[in-house]
Nanobody, 118 residues
Framework: QVQLVESGGGSVQTGGSLRLSCAAS????????MAWYRQAPGNQQRELVAEFSRLLVNYADSVKGRFTFSTDNSKNTAYLQMNNLKPEDTGVYLC????????????WGQGTQVTVSS
């Protein structure tokens, strides 16, 4: 099973920036899907960005133009650069990966808290 460890969360004011990291215990080169989700208080998990087959990246409309997904294969790490943060971006950010035949491997990190104050 792949272990995922997120880091980089914190508290910022509106308009600030943070960069989240998701370090995987295995090579990310073969992952089918790498994604970041947000869990806001009282709300369901929401997918913010997903990379498919290491080629196509889809962003939710709410973060398009402000958030950027990237990876560093040498570090088996995915990143989420978040700019122009808004209070509604507050929540726990979770890294998620799927790999293997029919996505048999399905792993989540423990999450990192992001708080944006107005």
């Amino acid at each position: 099973q792949v272990q995922l460890v997120e880091s980089g969360g914190g508290s910022v004011q509106t308009g600030g920036s943070l960069r989240l990291s998701c370090a995987a215990s295995a090579s990310i080169a073969g992952f089918n899907v790498m994604a970041w989700y947000r869990q806001a208080p009282g709300n369901q998990q929401r997918e913010l960005v997903a990379e498919f087959s290491r080629l196509l990246v889809n962003y939710a409309d709410s973060v398009k133009g402000r958030f950027t997904f990237s990876t560093d294969n040498s570090k088996n790490t995915a990143y989420l650069q978040m700019n122009n943060l808004k209070p509604e971006d507050t929540g726990v950010y979770l890294c998620h990966v799927r790999a293997g035949y029919k996505n048999i491997l399905n792993a989540w990190g423990q999450g990192t808290q992001v708080t944006v104050s107005s």
